[in-house]
Nanobody, 120 residues
Framework: QVQLVESGGGWVQPGGSLRLSCAASGFTFSSNAMAWVRHAAGKGLEWVSHINNGGDHTSYAGSVKGRFTISRDNAKNTLYLQMNELTLDDAATYYC?????????????WGQGTQVTVSS
């Protein structure tokens, strides 16, 4: 069965950095696009970033563009999100999502999430 396990969350001060990871199993990782979304307390779900199956096409929400970098290692079945210059608005639970195809923005599985806390 499909499993997506996020890790790397934690506490960081404003301006700091974190790298999230998502270990995937139960499907052919290199055949599916992936994405990150986040959910902050009291706010709706926000799409953060998307990467195609090969890792050569990426897209970002305007709120994170230039600060976050999505990447993947298909040999390790792992998705990453490098987050730099973190702000209070970035505090949220971050989820990785599996796309239904090589590039689609439709997703069919997501993980349990990893919490990112930004505070001074």
């Amino acid at each position: 069965q499909v499993q997506l396990v996020e890790s790397g969350g934690g506490w960081v001060q404003p301006g700091g950095s974190l790298r999230l990871s998502c270990a995937a199993s139960g499907f052919t990782f290199s055949s599916n696009a992936m994405a990150w979304v986040r959910h902050a307390a009291g706010k709706g779900l926000e799409w953060v970033s998307h990467i195609n199956n090969g890792g050569d096409h990426t897209s970002y929400a305007g709120s994170v563009k230039g600060r976050f970098t999505i990447s993947r290692d298909n040999a390790k079945n792992t998705l990453y999100l490098q987050m730099n210059e973190l702000t209070l608005d970035d505090a949220a639970t971050y989820y990785c999502l599996k796309s239904i195809s090589v590039a689609s923005l439709l997703y069919d599985y997501w993980g349990q999430g990893t919490q990112v806390t930004v505070s001074s």
